[in-house]
């Protein structure tokens, strides 16, 4: 609703009266769907994915929209957001690269085990450990013996 004042002005100023914009309702462009017998991570992958291809296609359309505004203004700043706009979709492009990566990693770790032993913890007296190293210490002076030939070697646990 206008005032009375500004109804005046427009009309001596000659400018034509407006409705309101009414503003739309945001509804998202890649809407979210859940499918119930896949797991969390391969419902947000899939939506993520979609979103990231939205953002590229609608990348794609402002790089071309401000090309042509450069190209008919000839306008450093015009070539200068079009240079930006560019690097903002390599980038996109290159998060849905990472998420195919990510995505990649997520699936493999359960499968994924590392066999060598980082650390070593024995569990056991002082004094069990001093009889294993003596036991250790005389029988390396014949031969190299491993934790697992020695009679307490269920005292050892590897750690990961």
Do not use: C
Request: aromatic fraction near 6%.
């Amino acid at each position: 609703m206008m005032s009375k004042l500004e109804d005046k002005v427009n009309e001596i100023l000659g400018v034509e009266t407006k409705s309101p914009v009414t503003q739309k309702e945001f509804k998202p462009l890649v809407p979210r769907m859940e499918d119930k017998n896949k797991e969390d991570v391969d419902n947000d992958y899939k939506y993520s994915r979609e979103n990231y291809y939205n953002l590229i296609e609608k990348g794609q359309e402002a790089i071309q929209g401000i090309l042509d505004i450069a190209q008919e203004g000839q306008h450093p700043r015009a070539y200068e957001v079009a240079g930006q706009l560019i690097g903002q979709v390599g980038q996109t492009v290159d998060k849905l690269q990472d998420l195919q990566k990510k995505l990649k990693d997520l699936k493999e770790v359960p499968n994924k085990t590392n066999a060598n032993i980082k650390n070593a913890l024995f569990v056991g007296s002082t004094a069990e450990l001093q009889k294993m190293l003596k036991q250790n210490n005389e029988d390396t002076k014949s031969k190299n013996i491993t934790p697992e030939e020695t009679d307490i070697s269920d005292k050892w646990f590897n750690l990961y």
